[in-house]
């Protein structure tokens, strides 16, 4: 070949690739459109659709961040409850890296993609900034009229709420975005339930809570929402654990961390681990405990979790007190399992292990 013929052959093989990365990165937007991880439809989440692509997900809004600036806002948005559940410092540094753009966006397109800013953020550990987020997210929803948008981020606000320990904000909140909701939009009400439950657990009526948040598992039951029902039963495993009632305990929390294992949910496995750790030294299983606990310590040391960390202590209870020598070899043992090993054991799959 002459230099202009190599030339123009090098150009078309350019022109091929990127043609390429382009069917590649919209085939990815749609699967993850199909999965439904946004909350943006009453749609139970698919996260296994985006599971078995990860890798090329990543890939494609790697290629998008420069070749196609919307696509990739739209792809980092729809992939919302994936950087919840695994990868919530990624989806909090891909928002940040497309955010910084200078570009316009028309608010909606702004208000969804604050909204997951948020999401990421929260479960990083940013709670304040994640707080923002959504308040941006809410006033930008408000005024383009999307009411479903609207009564999802009061629910969240609530939850901020919740967790900041304002009880009377926490309840307002999540009364407004069910006044926005109720009839409507049912994977609006069912977190609302578990709000205000959690409300009145917490300022003594312990009964009628607990009943609120157990409608919330089982209405996501009902539905198909079993992302929503795991985060439920982890809630009913410790009120269950302040009440005594380690049956219970164990049962809600068996069920929601075959759940998680299901949807590979590192994130709120944590959660589980640790309730059924403590429902085991309850009932003088030390060395059950301890490897369960230990994988937990281990886990949060691999991949960082500030939404665990803000509440580790809170969470942990006894476990952070005990020390008999069957404790520490166990926490020593789960140190060096992986997490989903450690969730075997926990739901008596290991034979080598003494059925818990």
Do not use: K
Not at 18 to 47: G, K, N, V, Y
Not at 239 to 246: G, H, K, P, Q, S
Not at 272 to 280: D, E, K, Q
Request: hydrophobic share 45%.
């Amino acid at each position: 070949f002459g230099d202009g013929a190599f030339a123009a052959e090098r150009l078309s093989e350019s022109a091929n690739a990127e043609a390429s990365r382009r069917r590649h990165a919209e085939r990815m937007l749609a699967i993850a459109r199909s999965a439904h991880l946004t909350e943006e439809e009453d749609r139970p989440f698919r996260l296994e659709l985006v599971l078995a692509e990860r890798d090329d997900m990543r890939a494609a809004l790697d290629w998008a961040v420069d070749a196609d600036y919307e696509l990739a806002l739209e792809l980092a948005i729809r992939l919302e409850n994936f950087w919840v559940a695994h990868a919530p410092h990624e989806g909090q540094a891909r928002l940040a890296r497309l955010l910084e753009d200078e570009r316009s966006l028309s608010p909606a397109l702004r208000a969804r993609a604050m909204r997951v800013y948020g999401s990421a953020s929260d479960m990083a550990g940013d709670r304040d900034f994640s707080e923002r987020c959504y308040e941006e997210s809410l006033e930008l929803s408000r005024t383009v009229g999307d009411e479903r948008a609207v009564a999802s981020l009061l629910h969240r606000l609530a939850m901020c709420a919740l967790w900041r320990g304002d009880l009377v904000r926490a309840r307002e909140l999540a009364e407004e975005s069910g006044d926005v909701s109720r009839g409507r939009f049912p994977m609006m009400d069912l977190p609302n339930d578990s709000i205000i439950g959690q409300v009145l657990v917490q300022t003594g009526d312990i009964e009628a809570g607990t009943a609120l948040v157990r409608r919330s598992a089982d209405g996501a039951a009902e539905i198909g929402w079993d992302w929503w029902r795991a985060g439920q039963l982890s809630n009913l495993a410790f009120l269950a654990l302040d009440r005594n009632d380690l049956d219970e305990a164990e049962r809600d929390g068996r069920e929601g961390l075959r759940i998680v294992r299901d949807q590979e949910n590192r994130q709120w496995a944590l959660w589980l681990l640790s309730a059924l750790a403590r429902a085991a030294l309850a009932r003088g299983r030390h060395d059950l405990a301890g490897v369960l606990w230990g994988a937990v310590e281990a886990e949060t040391v691999r991949v960082p979790s500030g939404s665990w960390q803000a509440r580790r202590g809170e969470m942990a209870g006894a476990l952070l007190g005990e020390a008999t020598p069957e404790f520490v070899a166990g926490v020593e043992e789960g140190g060096r399992l992986d997490l989903w090993d450690a969730a075997a054991i926990a739901l008596g799959e290991d034979d080598t292990q003494t059925e818990p």
